[in-house]
Protein backbone atom coordinates (compact mmCIF):
# COMPACT_ATOMS: atom_id res chain seq x y z
CA UNK A 1 0.00 0.00 0.00
CA UNK A 2 0.92 3.74 -0.69
CA UNK A 3 0.98 5.59 2.55
CA UNK A 4 2.77 8.66 1.29
CA UNK A 5 -0.27 9.01 -1.11
CA UNK A 6 -2.82 8.35 1.80
CA UNK A 7 -1.31 11.16 3.81
CA UNK A 8 -1.21 13.36 0.80
CA UNK A 9 -5.16 12.99 0.19
CA UNK A 10 -5.72 13.23 3.83
CA UNK A 11 -3.77 16.30 3.90
CA UNK A 12 -5.61 17.48 0.80
CA UNK A 13 -8.99 16.90 2.39
CA UNK A 14 -8.39 18.70 5.77
CA UNK A 15 -7.28 21.60 4.21
CA UNK A 16 -10.78 21.06 2.11
CA UNK A 17 -12.21 20.90 5.27
CA UNK A 18 -11.24 23.97 6.65
CA UNK A 19 -11.82 26.33 4.15
CA UNK A 20 -14.94 25.41 4.30
CA UNK A 21 -15.09 25.87 8.21
CA UNK A 22 -13.97 29.58 7.53
CA UNK A 23 -16.37 30.02 4.58
CA UNK A 24 -19.23 28.80 6.81
CA UNK A 25 -18.05 30.96 10.06
CA UNK A 26 -17.17 34.00 7.35
CA UNK A 27 -21.03 33.65 6.32
CA UNK A 28 -22.53 33.14 9.82
CA UNK A 29 -20.71 36.46 10.90
CA UNK A 30 -21.51 38.66 7.86
CA UNK A 31 -25.41 37.21 8.36
CA UNK A 32 -24.74 38.25 11.57
CA UNK A 33 -24.04 42.02 10.94
CA UNK A 34 -26.45 42.01 8.42
CA UNK A 35 -29.21 41.17 10.45
CA UNK A 36 -27.79 43.87 13.05
CA UNK A 37 -27.56 46.01 10.46
CA UNK A 38 -31.06 45.45 9.30
CA UNK A 39 -32.42 45.74 12.66
CA UNK A 40 -30.72 49.48 13.82
CA UNK A 41 -31.88 50.45 9.83
CA UNK A 42 -35.50 49.61 10.81
CA UNK A 43 -35.20 51.02 14.36
CA UNK A 44 -33.94 54.81 13.32
CA UNK A 45 -36.41 54.40 10.37
CA UNK A 46 -39.09 53.89 12.84
CA UNK A 47 -37.61 56.84 15.26
CA UNK A 48 -37.60 58.82 12.29
CA UNK A 49 -40.92 58.37 11.51
CA UNK A 50 -42.04 58.80 14.87
CA UNK A 51 -40.16 62.28 14.98
CA UNK A 52 -41.02 63.74 11.48
CA UNK A 53 -44.91 62.22 12.02
CA UNK A 54 -47.11 64.38 13.96
CA UNK A 55 -49.39 62.87 16.52
CA UNK A 56 -52.87 62.55 15.99
CA UNK A 57 -53.24 65.43 18.80
CA UNK A 58 -50.40 67.54 16.68
CA UNK A 59 -52.49 66.82 13.24
CA UNK A 60 -55.87 67.68 15.14
CA UNK A 61 -54.33 70.73 16.73
CA UNK A 62 -52.78 71.86 13.21
CA UNK A 63 -56.24 71.59 11.58
CA UNK A 64 -57.57 73.59 14.54
CA UNK A 65 -55.39 76.20 13.50
CA UNK A 66 -55.54 76.35 10.15
CA UNK A 67 -59.73 76.29 10.44
CA UNK A 68 -61.21 80.27 10.27
CA UNK A 69 -64.64 78.94 11.90
CA UNK A 70 -63.22 76.89 14.96
CA UNK A 71 -64.46 79.50 17.49
CA UNK A 72 -68.21 78.87 16.00
CA UNK A 73 -68.64 75.10 15.41
CA UNK A 74 -69.62 74.37 19.10
CA UNK A 75 -70.99 77.56 19.85
CA UNK A 76 -74.64 77.58 21.30
CA UNK A 77 -76.64 80.95 20.86
CA UNK A 78 -79.28 82.24 23.19
CA UNK A 79 -80.32 85.77 24.69
CA UNK A 80 -78.79 84.97 28.04
CA UNK A 81 -76.97 87.85 29.53
CA UNK A 82 -78.76 90.13 26.87
CA UNK A 83 -81.93 91.74 26.32
CA UNK A 84 -84.74 89.69 26.76
CA UNK A 85 -86.55 88.34 23.11
CA UNK A 86 -89.17 90.41 24.12
CA UNK A 87 -87.13 93.54 24.25
CA UNK A 88 -85.41 92.84 21.56
CA UNK A 89 -88.59 92.57 19.56
CA UNK A 90 -89.49 96.23 21.05
CA UNK A 91 -85.85 97.41 20.26
CA UNK A 92 -85.87 95.97 16.63
CA UNK A 93 -89.60 97.41 16.03
CA UNK A 94 -88.47 101.50 17.55
CA UNK A 95 -84.66 100.93 15.26
CA UNK A 96 -87.01 100.00 12.03
CA UNK A 97 -88.80 103.37 13.04
CA UNK A 98 -85.83 105.11 12.69
CA UNK A 99 -84.81 103.53 9.67
CA UNK A 100 -87.85 104.55 7.82
CA UNK A 101 -87.03 107.92 8.51
CA UNK A 102 -83.04 107.79 7.46
CA UNK A 103 -83.75 105.57 3.96
CA UNK A 104 -86.42 105.22 1.31
CA UNK A 105 -87.44 102.08 1.76
CA UNK A 106 -89.53 100.72 -1.60
CA UNK A 107 -91.51 97.43 -2.71
CA UNK A 108 -89.44 97.35 -5.50
CA UNK A 109 -88.11 93.44 -5.41
CA UNK A 110 -89.44 93.07 -2.22
CA UNK A 111 -91.09 89.86 -3.17
CA UNK A 112 -88.37 88.40 -4.24
CA UNK A 113 -86.16 89.06 -1.38
CA UNK A 114 -89.20 88.09 1.14
CA UNK A 115 -89.71 84.54 -1.38
CA UNK A 116 -85.48 84.02 -0.51
CA UNK A 117 -85.15 85.00 2.76
CA UNK A 118 -87.81 83.58 4.90
CA UNK A 119 -86.48 80.39 2.98
CA UNK A 120 -83.18 80.98 4.70
CA UNK A 121 -84.79 81.81 7.65
CA UNK A 122 -86.44 78.83 8.43
CA UNK A 123 -83.21 77.02 8.10
CA UNK A 124 -81.35 79.33 10.22
CA UNK A 125 -80.37 78.38 13.76
CA UNK A 126 -82.93 80.80 15.30
CA UNK A 127 -86.07 79.59 13.20
CA UNK A 128 -88.55 81.19 15.52
CA UNK A 129 -87.60 84.63 14.87
CA UNK A 130 -90.45 86.42 12.97
CA UNK A 131 -88.03 87.80 10.60
CA UNK A 132 -89.01 91.03 8.64
CA UNK A 133 -87.18 92.02 5.37
CA UNK A 134 -87.29 95.39 4.02
CA UNK A 135 -85.54 96.74 0.20
CA UNK A 136 -83.89 100.38 0.66
CA UNK A 137 -83.78 102.35 -2.75
CA UNK A 138 -79.98 103.21 -3.03
CA UNK A 139 -77.14 103.10 -5.75
CA UNK A 140 -75.23 101.41 -2.83
CA UNK A 141 -74.50 98.17 -3.14
CA UNK A 142 -75.63 96.76 0.72
CA UNK A 143 -77.12 94.59 2.97
CA UNK A 144 -77.73 94.82 7.09
CA UNK A 145 -79.60 93.76 9.64
CA UNK A 146 -80.84 95.05 13.42
CA UNK A 147 -82.15 93.40 16.40
CA UNK A 148 -85.47 91.78 16.10
CA UNK A 149 -85.44 89.89 13.22
CA UNK A 150 -85.19 93.11 10.65
CA UNK A 151 -82.63 92.70 7.52
CA UNK A 152 -82.45 95.37 4.75
CA UNK A 153 -81.18 94.75 1.17
CA UNK A 154 -80.27 97.90 -1.06
CA UNK A 155 -81.83 98.02 -4.70
CA UNK A 156 -78.55 98.31 -6.15
CA UNK A 157 -77.69 94.81 -4.58
CA UNK A 158 -80.70 92.90 -5.99
CA UNK A 159 -80.36 93.92 -9.70
CA UNK A 160 -76.47 93.19 -8.61
CA UNK A 161 -77.09 89.47 -6.95
CA UNK A 162 -79.16 85.93 -8.73
CA UNK A 163 -81.61 84.08 -5.97
CA UNK A 164 -78.44 82.21 -5.58
CA UNK A 165 -76.19 85.07 -4.01
CA UNK A 166 -79.09 86.90 -2.78
CA UNK A 167 -79.66 84.14 -0.61
CA UNK A 168 -75.90 84.02 0.71
CA UNK A 169 -76.47 87.98 1.57
CA UNK A 170 -79.96 87.36 3.08
CA UNK A 171 -78.10 84.22 4.95
CA UNK A 172 -75.05 86.24 5.82
CA UNK A 173 -77.11 88.98 7.73
CA UNK A 174 -79.59 86.80 9.26
CA UNK A 175 -76.41 84.72 10.69
CA UNK A 176 -75.70 88.36 12.35
CA UNK A 177 -79.24 88.15 13.82
CA UNK A 178 -79.25 84.27 14.83
CA UNK A 179 -75.96 85.56 17.23
CA UNK A 180 -76.82 88.46 18.47
CA UNK A 181 -74.27 90.37 17.35
CA UNK A 182 -75.62 93.94 17.35
CA UNK A 183 -77.37 93.46 20.76
CA UNK A 184 -74.05 92.58 22.01
CA UNK A 185 -72.78 95.67 20.70
CA UNK A 186 -75.75 97.20 22.12
CA UNK A 187 -74.41 95.80 25.55
CA UNK A 188 -70.86 97.62 25.35
CA UNK A 189 -72.15 100.99 24.61
CA UNK A 190 -72.82 103.76 27.56
CA UNK A 191 -76.17 104.13 26.74
CA UNK A 192 -77.22 100.28 27.32
CA UNK A 193 -78.40 100.69 30.55
CA UNK A 194 -80.75 103.74 29.81
CA UNK A 195 -82.10 102.01 26.68
CA UNK A 196 -82.43 98.72 28.38
CA UNK A 197 -84.64 100.45 30.97
CA UNK A 198 -86.93 102.37 28.75
CA UNK A 199 -87.20 99.40 26.16
CA UNK A 200 -88.71 97.24 29.39
CA UNK A 201 -91.00 100.16 30.24
CA UNK A 202 -92.01 100.40 26.65
CA UNK A 203 -95.33 99.48 25.97
CA UNK A 204 -96.62 101.17 22.71
CA UNK A 205 -94.46 102.88 19.67
CA UNK A 206 -95.81 106.75 21.18
CA UNK A 207 -95.64 108.46 23.71
CA UNK A 208 -92.54 110.35 25.50
CA UNK A 209 -90.71 107.04 26.72
CA UNK A 210 -90.50 106.05 22.81
CA UNK A 211 -89.69 109.54 21.80
CA UNK A 212 -86.88 109.28 23.75
CA UNK A 213 -85.40 106.51 23.02
CA UNK A 214 -85.94 107.35 19.26
CA UNK A 215 -83.72 110.20 19.85
CA UNK A 216 -81.22 107.61 21.04
CA UNK A 217 -81.03 104.76 18.38
CA UNK A 218 -81.49 107.08 15.59
CA UNK A 219 -78.15 108.29 16.54
CA UNK A 220 -76.78 105.11 17.34
CA UNK A 221 -77.88 104.23 13.39
CA UNK A 222 -76.44 107.31 12.27
CA UNK A 223 -73.03 106.43 13.87
CA UNK A 224 -73.27 102.59 12.23
CA UNK A 225 -73.09 101.93 15.81
CA UNK A 226 -75.29 98.71 15.55
CA UNK A 227 -74.95 97.76 11.63
CA UNK A 228 -71.05 97.88 11.67
CA UNK A 229 -69.31 94.61 12.72
CA UNK A 230 -65.91 93.27 13.78
CA UNK A 231 -63.87 91.17 11.77
CA UNK A 232 -64.54 88.29 14.07
CA UNK A 233 -68.13 88.99 13.57
CA UNK A 234 -67.92 89.10 9.94
CA UNK A 235 -66.17 85.81 9.64
CA UNK A 236 -68.98 83.89 12.56
CA UNK A 237 -72.35 85.48 9.74
CA UNK A 238 -70.00 84.02 6.76
CA UNK A 239 -70.25 80.81 8.54
CA UNK A 240 -73.71 80.49 9.74
CA UNK A 241 -74.53 82.35 6.37
CA UNK A 242 -73.04 79.59 4.27
CA UNK A 243 -74.41 76.19 6.41
CA UNK A 244 -77.83 77.99 6.78
CA UNK A 245 -78.32 78.77 2.85
CA UNK A 246 -77.09 74.97 1.68
CA UNK A 247 -79.72 73.55 4.23
CA UNK A 248 -82.14 75.77 2.71
CA UNK A 249 -81.40 74.08 -0.40
CA UNK A 250 -79.38 76.84 -1.80
CA UNK A 251 -76.01 76.10 -3.58
CA UNK A 252 -73.26 77.52 -1.45
CA UNK A 253 -71.00 78.41 -4.42
CA UNK A 254 -73.54 81.40 -3.92
CA UNK A 255 -71.30 82.88 -1.84
CA UNK A 256 -67.99 82.34 -3.91
CA UNK A 257 -69.60 84.48 -6.58
CA UNK A 258 -71.31 87.23 -4.42
CA UNK A 259 -68.03 88.05 -3.26
CA UNK A 260 -66.18 87.77 -6.63
CA UNK A 261 -68.79 90.38 -7.31
CA UNK A 262 -68.20 92.39 -4.68
CA UNK A 263 -64.32 92.29 -5.69
CA UNK A 264 -64.92 93.60 -8.93
CA UNK A 265 -67.35 96.34 -8.25
CA UNK A 266 -64.65 97.20 -5.47
CA UNK A 267 -62.24 97.84 -8.05
CA UNK A 268 -63.57 99.60 -10.62
CA UNK A 269 -65.44 101.56 -7.78
CA UNK A 270 -65.67 101.58 -4.01
CA UNK A 271 -67.64 104.00 -3.62
CA UNK A 272 -70.47 101.75 -4.69
CA UNK A 273 -70.18 99.42 -1.62
CA UNK A 274 -71.62 100.10 1.96
CA UNK A 275 -71.31 98.60 4.91
CA UNK A 276 -71.67 95.14 3.85
CA UNK A 277 -67.60 95.67 2.78
CA UNK A 278 -66.12 97.50 5.45
CA UNK A 279 -64.14 96.90 8.39
CA UNK A 280 -64.76 93.30 6.98
CA UNK A 281 -62.14 90.25 5.84
CA UNK A 282 -60.91 91.22 2.70
CA UNK A 283 -62.65 88.98 -0.28
CA UNK A 284 -60.15 86.72 -1.23
CA UNK A 285 -59.60 85.55 2.83
CA UNK A 286 -63.56 85.78 2.57
CA UNK A 287 -63.74 83.04 -0.77
CA UNK A 288 -61.01 80.86 0.57
CA UNK A 289 -62.37 80.38 3.84
CA UNK A 290 -65.88 79.68 1.93
CA UNK A 291 -64.31 77.37 -0.67
CA UNK A 292 -62.89 75.53 2.56
CA UNK A 293 -65.81 75.65 4.22
CA UNK A 294 -68.16 74.19 1.41
CA UNK A 295 -64.94 71.16 0.89
CA UNK A 296 -65.97 70.44 4.54
CA UNK A 297 -69.92 70.12 4.02
CA UNK A 298 -69.15 67.92 0.76
CA UNK A 299 -67.05 65.65 2.88
CA UNK A 300 -69.60 65.27 5.42
CA UNK A 301 -68.11 66.49 8.43
Known amino acids: ?116 GQRCAKTSLRPNMLYKFHVVQSREINGFSLPGGHVYITTALLRLANDTELASVLAHEIGHIVARHSLKTLQKSQEYDEIAKSIGELTGVAGSTARDIGVALGQMLGSQLLTAHSRDEEREADFLGVRGMARAGFDPQGMITMFQKLQRVEEQDSSLLGTLFSDHPDAGERIENTRSEIARMRRGR
Open 1 to 116: MNFQGMNASESLRKQSMNRSIVRIFSALIVGAALCFTTEQSLALIQSSRNVLAPSRAATASLVQFDDPYSDFRNARYSNAGLLSEGDELKLGMQLHREVTKKFNLTNVGLDRVERV
